[in-house]
């Protein structure tokens, strides 16, 4: 039997939106930038309480803005579906499709050393804070850490060869910035 990876080397995919119907059916929220990639899955991983659950899945149907009608085996009721309503749901990363060499995803930034165009290198990526909208890099600088927005104003190249993040940041954007 295989392990069930945990958390960590998993990406959520999207929440359940609402249970559906009276036979078990789900609305899933894709929360994903092309939700058509995700549409043969086979299972998902359905956080209950902490722990990551396998369900497979018998049918999903996309539809727009991102949702999708889905059929979970052993999920036969309303009972069962209302219980999954609003549960966070994942895949593992090994299930991300591949990027070009110019794009990436945001967990591949971590780990990656920062390097400013006026002070060189700044340390390196910590960990991606996902705030929608608004995703940071949170940067060790010895011993401050340094929040940098992930934006085409600040980010001017990432090199996932060489794990480097080349950012151009306004004066002061480092000091002004320290958690």
Request: proline share 6%; glycine share 8%.
């Amino acid at each position: 039997m295989p392990m069930i990876p945990s958390h960590k080397e998993c990406f959520n995919l999207g929440h359940i939106a609402k249970s559906k119907g009276f036979k078990g059916e789900l609305s899933l929220f894709l929360d994903v930038d092309e939700p058509e990639n995700y549409q043969s899955l086979d299972r998902i991983l359905v956080d209950l309480g902490g722990v990551l659950t396998p369900f497979f899945i018998d049918s999903l149907r996309l539809k727009e803005n991102g949702y999708a009608d889905i059929k979970l085996e052993g999920v036969d009721n309303k009972d069962d579906s209302v219980r999954l309503s609003g549960k966070q749901v994942f895949l593992p990363l090994s299930d991300l499709p591949s990027l070009p060499d110019d794009e990436y995803y945001l967990h591949d930034l971590e780990g990656m050393e920062v390097i400013d165009d006026h002070q060189g290198s700044l340390g390196q990526v910590q960990k991606v804070l996902d705030y929608s909208n608004n995703p940071l890099l949170e940067v060790n600088e010895g011993k401050d850490e340094v929040l940098i927005p992930i934006n085409d104003l600040f980010v001017k190249k990432v090199d996932k060869a060489k794990n480097q993040i080349f950012v151009d940041l306004p004066e002061g954007l480092a000091d002004v910035n320290k958690a």
